[in-house]
């Protein structure tokens, strides 16, 4: 888990590495989901718009609290043209 989310920018934008990390959520959310949300705080705009990526960030919505989708708001605002 420790390497995925070391890795987790490379891996979201591969197919195969993105629908694993995928998997891996749907299998365990409630030990995954926050692990990886930290982790793709940092990558948030790249990998929104990434062909791949975004499937994770989506993935992830339905488990997330309120704070960490305001979270994420406030993080894309700057850029929600170029997000959109």
Known sequence: MEYLA???FPLAQDQ????????IIEKDPENTVKYFY???IPY???LIK???GNYLVQKL????TNEDIKNIL????SNIFEVG
């Not at 406030?74 to 605002?77: L, P, V």
Request: proline letters at 11%.
């Open 6 to 8: 070391h890795n987790i």
């Open 16 to 23: 195969a590495g993105c629908r694993y990390i995928q998997e």
């Open 38 to 40: 930290k982790a793709i």
């Open 44 to 46: 948030l705009i790249p």
């Open 50 to 52: 990434d062909p791949f």
């Open 61 to 64: 919505f339905p488990y997330l």
């Open 74 to 77: 406030e993080n894309i605002a």
